[in-house]
């Protein structure tokens, strides 16, 4: 069963930065796109950024965090980044990584809070 596992969140202030790890136990990792979404308190989850699957790496980011935040995948290792910079209050979620569109079993997250 592919895993997806999750790291790389905390607590920080607002206009601080964080890095987020995915790491994949997809053998065929490298195949598909993947993309990180989030989900806050009371609310859906939703898409944050994506990168496609091959050598360059096209790289999408919603409206929220364009300018923000930055996708990257390292294929050798499967695994995605997200590093996440001038963090807001509002970007506080449970962050997760997963293929796009997601095909694989959730993962357990991983927790960022931004303080005022």
């Given at each position: 069963?592919?895993?997806?596992?999750?790291?790389?969140?905390?607590?920080?202030?607002?206009?601080?930065?964080?890095?987020?790890?995915?790491?994949?136990?997809?053998?065929?990792?490298s195949?598909?796109?993947?993309?990180?979404?989030?989900?806050?308190?009371?609310?859906?989850?939703?898409?944050?950024?994506?990168?496609?699957?091959?050598?360059?790496?096209?790289?999408?980011?919603?409206?929220?965090?364009?300018?923000?935040?930055?996708?990257?995948?390292?294929?050798?290792?499967n695994?995605?980044?997200?590093?996440?910079?001038?963090?807001?209050?509002?970007?506080?979620?449970?962050?997760?990584?997963?293929?796009?569109?997601?095909?694989?079993?959730?993962?357990?997250?991983?927790?960022?809070?931004?303080?005022?």
């Amino acid at each position: 069963q592919v895993q997806l596992v999750e790291s790389g969140g905390g607590l920080v202030q607002a206009g601080g930065s964080l890095r987020l790890s995915c790491a994949a136990s997809d053998r065929a990792f490298s195949s598909y796109d993947m993309g990180w979404f989030r989900q806050a308190p009371g609310k859906e989850r939703e898409f944050v950024a994506a990168v496609t699957w091959g050598v360059v790496g096209i790289t999408t980011y919603s409206d929220s965090v364009k300018g923000r935040f930055i996708i990257s995948r390292d294929n050798a290792k499967n695994m995605v980044y997200l590093q996440m910079n001038s963090l807001k209050p509002e970007d506080t979620a449970v962050y997760y990584c997963n293929t796009r569109p997601p095909l694989r079993i959730w993962g357990q997250g991983t927790q960022v809070t931004v303080s005022l």
